[in-house]
C-alpha cells in the first residue's frame, strides 16, 4: 500500500534536488494482472496530506475496468467502500490445474476478485485494505488461518485462541507477522521455549519468521459473540503499543539482539613469555630518564658492558648538560626536552632506544589533592607526551625508536596489590603514539618494585624482544600480557540487581543526553531519586524558552526529567571540586532523610561532533597539556573526588562509564585514551581493595549519546570498520544491567569480536584457513593415507598440492543421488563422521557468520544446516549480506558465493580460504573497501547467466520455490 506520509517526505527530500512536486505517480497492479493497470496524475504535495488515510491509484488503463461491489458481487455507487474487482486484457484467465482456486477468485460473470478493499471516485481507485486476512511478508502471501493452524499444532499451544496478523512498527512502511497465542506453559524458561518451537515450525513449514510472538491469557484475544477471533482488534492493540511492555519483557528474558547482544569481553592478564630473542636488537644509542631506585643504573651498565652507549636524564630545575652522557631536564617545560633531543643528536647521532624510567618507584602514600595527581604527571603521561613531540619535531621520522616506558605499579594485575593508578595515563598516551607515529615502537613495561638487578634481568630481556604487545607486566618473575577473554552472559549465573529502589544515586553528567537517558531509567524502574551533578548552570525559568546552544540541550533534558514525575536535584559543580560535591550531597540527604546509595560516574569532557571539526589539534605532535588536564578534570580528578566522598561508606554502588580507547588508543585521542585509563585501573583498585560494589564498563560507542552526541556519520562508519559496534540507548542500559546482575568489576561492551583488526586484543581461537581434503571409500582394507599422498604428489610435480586424506565407512549422497559435498565438509579431515550436523557454531569465524544471518534474516535462532535462501533471504538480501561480511572479515566476497555456499559452515570454510589468499596476495582491506560498492555486487549477479540462477535457486530451495 501507498503511505501519504511517506510519499510527502520522498517529494519533500528531493525537492531541492529538483524532483517536481507532481513527479510521482501512484499505481496499482498484481501478479494477475501482468503490471501496473492503474496509474494516478493527482499526486503532489498539494493533494496529499499526513493525515490522509490512503493516496489514490488512478484510472485503469485501456482494455482494463474496474468495479467495487459487495459480498454478493452486486456493484455499489461511488463512494463506498467495498471489493475491487478487475478484468480486461492483462488480467489472468485462471490459475495453471487449480480449479477450486479459480471458482473462488472469479465472479459468475468473469470479473477476478483482486481480494483488496477500495472505492471509486470520479472513476479514479482508491485501495483502503485487503477483504481477506492475507499477510504479505518480503513479497510473499500468508494467509491468516494457514499460519494459525500451523502454531496450533505446536505442543503447548491452546487451539482456538491463536491469531496471526500483519503488523507496522513506528516507521516501517512494509508489514510483519504477529502471533498471538494462548500456553499452560508456566514460567519463562518454558514460555521461551514454546517460542522457539514456533518459530522453527513456522520456518520449517512455510518459510516465514515470525517477528513477534505475544502470549495472552484467553480472556486477553478478543472474540466475536460466535467466537471469531477480531484480528483487527489485535492488530490495532498491537499498533497502539498495548503490548509494548510485555514485548520488552520478553525481549528482556529472552536476551535477545534487542536486548544483549553476544559483544561482552572481560580484560584478563596471560602468561605469555616471548617466543623470539633476538639481542642485536639492544644495540645502539639509548637515551634513559633515570629512575631513583637504581634500576635504570642497573640496565645501563649492562647495556655498556655490551657496547651499547647510554644517555642518562634527570630530574633538574632547567636544562644542564653534566657531560655528554648526562642531563638534567625540567620535566614541566617542553623545550627541554626538545633542547635534550637536539644536543644528544648533535653529539652521538640519532636516538634509537628510550628507556623512561622516571615512573618507577615504590610509591605507598594516598593522594591528599589534585595538584598530587599533576606531580605525577609530569614525570609520567606528560612527560611522555613531551618527549614524543621533541622527538617527531627535532630527530624526526627519518629514524625509527623503540620507547620502552618502565613503570611501577601502573597496571592492576591482582587484586590484592598495590596500586598508583595516575601513573595508568601512561598506557594511553602510549598506544595513541603507537598508532600515529609509524616510525615509533612504543611498549610500557610494568614491574614490581623489587631489586634493581632483578628487575633490569626483565627489561633486558624485554629489548631483545622484536615485537609485542604495546603493554607488558612482569610479576613473580612471569611475563603477563593484557587480553580481552569473551564472556557467555547468558551462562553465567545472575544476582539481584545492586539498585535499590526508591534509593538515593548520584549521577553525574547528570543532563546530558546519556545521564538524562539514565536518569528517566533508574526513575522509571526503581523511583529513584537523584543528584544529578553537571558543570552547566540552569538560568531562570522565565528564560527557558530562549535559551540556545549547550544550555538549550541541558534546559530541554530537565524538563524532560521534570515531566517524568521523578524527583531529582540538580547542582551545577564542577564534579571535582571535593567540597562543592560534599555540599550537594548533604543538601539531597537532608532533603530525602537517607544516605547516598550509589554514584553512577558518567561524566566527560568535549563530544566528537567538535572533536572531528578541530581534529588536526590533537595529534600527539600538537596536543597540549591544557587538552589533557580538560579531559582529567571529570575522568581523572573527578573520579578521586567521588571517592573521596564515599571513602567511608564500603557498601556504595560505583558504576563508572569508560571507553575501549583506554585499551586500543585512538588517533587523535591521547587525552581521552589517557583519562580513561585512570578510570579503569582506578576503580578496579576500589573494587578489590575496599568498595566491592564497584563496576567499570569500557563501552565502544553510544548511537547519538554522550561523547557521539551529533557525531557525524563517516564517524560512526570509521568505530564500525575498527570493529567497534554502535550501542543504541535501551542495549545500553540493559547490558550495564546485565553486567551488574554478573559477577565482574570490568566488562568490555559493544565489540565485534570478528573484525580482523581486534584479532590482536582477544583470547580467540585462531581463524581456521581452509584446506584441501580427499574423502574416500576404500575397496581395499589396509590403504594407507601414506601411500595415496605419494603416488598423488608424484602426479601432480612440479606442483603438488598439501592434501588431506580422509576414509569414510561410505560417501554420504543427496536426495538426487550426487555426492553431497556439504557433508563432507562437515567431516572435517579426522576419519570420523557425525551423525547429523553440529549444532552450534565451532569457531567464532561461524559465530559471526551466524550472528549476521540472525540480524539480516531477523530470526532469533539459525541452525548450521539451514540454507540462507530457505530462511527466506532474497538477492537484496544476500547483496547487504555480503556487505557487511566482506566489512566485517576485510576479504572480497561475491554474492555468487552465498548462493554456491548457502550454509554457514560452506561460507565460513570461503571466508577461511579468500582471508588466505588475499593475506597472501597482501591486499589492503582499506583499497577494496573503497573500490567496492553495493552496485558492483548487483552487478556480479548480473554476470550469473539466467539458466545458472535459476539452477541454482531450484537445487537450493527444493521443487516447491521451483513451483
Known amino acids: 500500500a501507498i503511505v501519504p506520509k511517506t510519499t510527502r517526505k520522498f517529494l519533500q527530500l528531493l525537492a531541492k534536488h529538483g524532483l517536481r512536486a507532481d513527479a510521482m505517480h501512484p499505481a496499482w497492479g498484481m501478479s494477475e494482472t501482468c503490471s501496473g493497470v492503474a496509474f494516478s496524475d493527482r499526486c503532489s504535495l498539494e493533494t496529499v496530506r499526513d493525515e490522509d488515510s490512503f493516496v489514490e491509484v488512478g484510472m485503469p488503463i485501456p482494455s482494463v475496468s474496474f468495479r467495487i461491489v459487495n459480498g454478493e458481487d452486486q456493484p455499489l455507487e461511488e463512494g463506498q467502500i467495498g471489493r475491487l474487482q478487475v478484468r480486461g486484457l492483462p488480467v489472468t484467465t485462471g ?124 480472556e486477553e484475544i478478543p472474540k466475536t459473540a460466535i467466537g471469531k477471533i477480531q484480528r483487527s482488534k489485535l492488530r490495532e492493540r498491537f499498533e497502539a503499543g498495548h503490548y509494548q511492555q510485555l514485548l520488552k519483557e520478553i525481549d528482556i528474558e529472552s536476551a535477545n539482539a534487542n536486548t544483549l547482544p553476544d559483544w561482552f569481553y572481560r580484560p584478563v592478564w596471560l602468561k605469555r613469555e616471548a617466543s623470539i630473542l633476538l639481542s642485536e636488537l639492544k644495540k645502539g644509542t639509548y637515551l634513559v630518564f633515570a629512575d631513583q631506585l637504581g634500576l635504570a643504573d642497573e640496565v645501563c651498565t649492562r647495556l655498556l658492558s655490551d657496547g651499547s652507549q647510554c644517555v642518562r636524564v634527570t630530574i633538574g630545575t632547567g636544562f644542564e648538560r653534566i657531560n655528554p652522557n648526562s642531563y638534567r631536564i625540567n620535566p614541566t617545560v617542553i623545550e627541554d626536552y626538545r633542547e635534550l633531543i637536539r644536543s644528544v643528536n648533535e653529539s652521538d647521532g640519532s636516538i634509537h632506544h628510550v628507556l623512561h624510567c622516571w615512573a618507577y618507584d615504590d610509591w605507598s602514600e594516598e593522594f591528599a589533592d589534585v595538584d598530587e595527581f599533576r606531580a605525577v ?64 615502537q612504543c611498549r610500557l613495561v610494568d614491574l614490581s618494585p623489587r631489586s634493581p638487578a632483578t628487575n633490569a634481568e626483565h627489561v633486558l630481556r624485554e629489548l631483545e624482544v622484536p615485537k609485542s604487545k604495546e603493554i607488558v607486566a612482569y610479576r613473580d618473575g612471569q611475563r603477563l600480557l593484557p587480553s580481552l577473554v569473551k564472556i557467555k552472559m547468558l551462562e553465567e549465573e545472575t544476582r539481584a540487581i545492586p539498585i535499590e529502589p526508591e534509593g538515593l544515586y548520584l549521577i553525574t ?113 600538537k596536543e597540549n597539556v591544557e587538552t589533557f588536564e580538560w579531559m582529567f578534570c571529570p575522568k581523572v580528578y573527578g573520579t578521586w573526588a567521588l571517592f573521596k566522598m564515599i571513602e567511608h561508606r564500603p557498601d556504595a554502588l560505583f558504576v563508572s562509564f569508560s571507553s575501549v580507547n583506554s585499551m586500543f588508543g585512538g ?148 536426495e538426487g543421488g550426487e555426492i553431497d559435498r556439504a557433508r563432507l565438509v562437515g567431516l572435517g579431515t579426522k576419519a570420523e563422521q ?19 544471518w540472525r540480524e539480516e534474516l531477523n530470526l532469533s535462532e539459525v541452525k548450521m544446516q539451514d540454507s540462507f535462501f530457505e530462511l527466506g533471504g532474497d538477492s537484496l538480501t544476500a547483496v547487504r549480506l555480503v556487505n557487511r561480511l566482506r566489512e566485517a572479515f576485510g576479504c572480497s566476497l561475491s554474492v555468487r558465493t552465498l548462493f554456491e555456499m548457502p550454509t554457514i559452515p560452506q561460507l565460513a570454510l570461503a571466508l577461511g580460504d579468500r582471508l588466505r589468499q588475499e593475506s597472501n596476495s597482501g591486499l589492503g582491506r582499506a583499497d577494496r573497501h573503497r573500490s567496492d560498492s553495493a552496485q558492483d555486487l548487483l552487478n556480479r549477479i548480473d554476470q550469473i547467466p539466467d539458466q545458472q540462477v535459476d539452477s541454482l535457486l531450484d537445487e537450493m530451495a527444493g521443487n516447491e520455490f521451483a513451483k
Open 834 to 852: 557425525p551423525s547429523e550436523w553440529a549444532a552450534e557454531p565451532r569457531s567464532e569465524m561461524e559465530q559471526k557468520v551466524a550472528q549476521l
Open 95 to 218: 490459475y495453471y490445474k487449480n480449479r477450486e482456486l479459480n471458482r473462488e477468485c472469479f465472479s459468475h460473470d468473469g470479473w477476478f476478485n483482486t481480494g483488496d478493499l477500495g472505492l471509486l471516485c470520479d472513476g479514479r481507485l482508491t485501495i483502503t485494505g485487503r477483504a481477506k486476512d492475507v499477510i504479505i511478508v518480503n513479497g510473499l502471501n500468508f494467509y491468516s488461518h494457514e499460519v494459525e493452524a500451523i502454531v496450533e499444532e505446536v505442543e503447548g499451544v491452546e487451539v482456538s485462541f491463536t491469531a496471526a496478523c500483519p503488523v507496522r512498527v513506528g516507521e516501517r512502511n512494509t508489514d510483519q507477522l504477529a502471533i498471538f497465542f494462548n500456553t499452560q506453559q508456566n514460567g519463562w524458561c518454558d514460555l521461551l521455549r514454546l517460542m522457539k518451537s514456533i518459530r522453527e515450525t513456522l520456518l520449517r513449514k512455510m518459510g516465514v519468521n515470525a517477528e513477534f510472538l505475544i502470549p495472552l491469557r484467553p
Open 509 to 621: 553528567g547528570g543532563l546530558g543526553g546519556l545521564g538524562t537517558a539514565l536518569a528517566e531509567y533508574l526513575i522509571k524502574r526503581f523511583r529513584a531519586k537523584l543528584i544529578l551533578i553537571g558543570r552547566t548552570s540552569i538560568p531562570e525559568r522565565v528564560t527557558w524558552n530562549n535559551a540556545d546552544g549547550v544550555t538549550g540541550k541541558r534546559v530541554k533534558n530537565y524538563m524532560a526529567l521534570e515531566k517524568s514525575g521523578g524527583e531529582f536535584l540538580y547542582c551545577a559543580v564542577d564534579v571535582s571540586d571535593l567540597d562543592k560535591l560534599r555540599a550537594c550531597v548533604e543538601q539531597a540527604e537532608a532533603r530525602w532523610g537517607q544516605q547516598v546509595k550509589g554514584v553512577f560516574h558518567l561524566a566527560g569532557s568535549g563530544n566528537l561532533e567538535q572533536h572531528w571539526k578541530v581534529i588536526d589539534e590533537h595529534w600527539i605532535t
Open 667 to 814: 588517533a587523535t585521542f591521547s587525552a581521552y585514551s589517557a583519562a580513561n585509563s585512570f578510570l579503569d585501573c582506578f576503580t578496579l583498585a576500589k573494587h578489590y581493595q575496599s568498595h566491592t560494589k564497584t563496576y567499570c564498563f569500557n563501552w565502544t560507542m553510544w548511537n547519538d549519546l554522550g561523547m557521539s552526541e551529533n557525531s557525524p556519520a563517516y564517524g560512526r562508519e570509521m568505530a564500525r570498520t575498527m570493529g567497534y559496534r554502535v550501542i543504541s540507548k535501551e542495549q545500553g542500559i540493559n547490558s550495564m544491567l546485565a553486567g551488574l546482575c554478573r559477577d565482574h568489576a570490568q566488562l568490555v561492551v559493544g565489540l565485534d569480536g570478528g573484525n580482523p583488526h581486534l584479532r590482536q586484543y582477544l583470547d580467540t581461537e585462531v581463524y581456521p584457513l581452509s584446506q584441501l581434503a580427499a574423502y574416500y571409500v576404500s575397496k581395499v582394507s589396509g590403504t594407507s593415507n601414506m601411500a595415496l599422498e605419494q603416488q598423488l604428489f608424484a602426479h601432480l610435480e612440479p606442483n603438488p598440492a598439501r592434501c588431506s586424506y580422509v576414509a569414510i565407512p561410505e560417501m554420504p549422497l543427496t
Open 377 to 440: 604527571h609530569y614525570q609520567g603521561a606528560y612527560s611522555l607526551l613531551f618527549l614524543l613531540q621533541a622527538l617527531a619535531t627535532v630527530q624526526g621520522e627519518q629514524s625509527s625508536v623503540r620507547l620502552f616506558t618502565i613503570t611501577s605499579q601502573a597496571q592492576l594485575v591482582s587484586g590484592s596489590e598495590k596500586m598508583c593508578p595516575a601513573k595508568s595515563t601512561m598506557s594511553g598516551v602510549m598506544s595513541t603514539g603507537a598508532l600515529e607515529m609509524p616510525w615509533l
